[in-house]
């Protein structure tokens, strides 16, 4: 199983910037890809972004392009999400994932951070 903790959301204005962060721990070597989800009350949670452990190739959700920007260390085991020109619609929690096969869907990942809230005001 591998750990996931999240940390660097919060509170900011629209237009603004976080970057959020999460460090793998465990049985990191399953691992192939991580990155993020994120779900604001009563829709499911959404794809964000995805990075390949191997080779760094990022995804990216279409309404977050040009805007979010998902980098690793891998020799921390960490991945990171740039968050820039944040919009209101933003606003929800964001979740780190891992899991042995990258995808835009959650239920392949089977490692799940605690999730960390991101608020966006106008």
């Known amino acids: 199983q591998v750990q996931l903790v999240e940390s660097g959301g919060g509170l900011v204005q629209a237009g603004g910037s976080l970057r959020l962060s999460c460090t793998a721990s465990?049985?990191?070597?399953?691992?192939?890809?991580m990155g993020w989800f994120r779900q604001v009350p009563g829709k499911e949670r959404e794809f964000v972004s995805r990075i390949s452990w191997s080779s760094g190739y990022p995804y990216y959700a279409d309404f977050v392009k040009g805007r979010f920007t998902i980098s690793m260390d891998n020799a921390k085991n960490t991945v990171y999400l740039q968050m820039n020109d944040l919009k209101p619609e933003d606003t929800a929690v964001y979740y780190c994932?891992?899991?042995?096969?990258?995808?835009?869907?959650?239920?392949?990942?089977?490692?799940w951070g605690q999730g960390t809230q991101v608020t966006v005001s106008s």
């Open positions: 994932v891992a899991g042995k096969l990258g995808s835009r869907v959650a239920a392949h990942y089977d490692s």
């Open positions: 465990g049985r990191t070597v399953s691992t192939s890809a």
